[in-house]
């Protein structure tokens, strides 16, 4: 069975930086495609960002260009979310999921089959 831990939340300042992860295990991820969203109180869930695991591939939302960046660690089974130069709007709690087919861009919630507990992530201005 799939299972997918996250870590690394916490409260920060605005411009701060804050570095999530995404503990793998269950199953082997080679063919898959890892996803980070976030869910802000009475907003729908969001696409952040995308990384295919064998080709390292990435996408990411229009909104986090140039401050986040996704990876993979191939041998922890480990998928990181690095957030810098953090927004009050980014306040979320923030999901990891795995796509099994890894196809297409991603960015819809019902491409993925599996997901993580979430993190909060709380930035102060």
């Known amino acids: 069975q799939v299972q997918l831990v996250e870590s690394g939340g916490g409260l920060v300042q605005a411009g701060g930086s804050l570095r999530l992860s995404c503990a793998a295990s269950?199953?082997?991820?080679?063919?898959?495609?890892m996803g980070w969203f976030r869910q802000a109180p009475g907003k729908e869930r969001e696409f952040v960002a995308r990384?295919?695991?064998?080709?390292?591939?990435?996408n990411y939302a229009d909104f986090v260009k140039g401050r986040f960046a996704i990876s993979r660690d191939n041998a922890k089974n480990t998928v990181s979310l690095q957030m810098n130069s953090l927004k009050p709007e980014d306040t979320a709690v923030y999901y990891c999921?795995?796509?099994?087919?890894?196809?297409?861009?991603?960015?819809?919630?019902?491409?993925?089959?599996?997901w993580g507990q979430g993190t909060q992530v709380t930035v102060s201005s």
């Open positions: 999921a795995a796509d099994e087919s890894a196809g297409g861009l991603g960015r819809r919630v019902h491409e993925y089959e599996y």
């Open positions: 269950g199953r082997t991820f080679s063919s898959y495609a």
């Open positions: 990384i295919t695991w064998n080709y390292g591939r990435t």
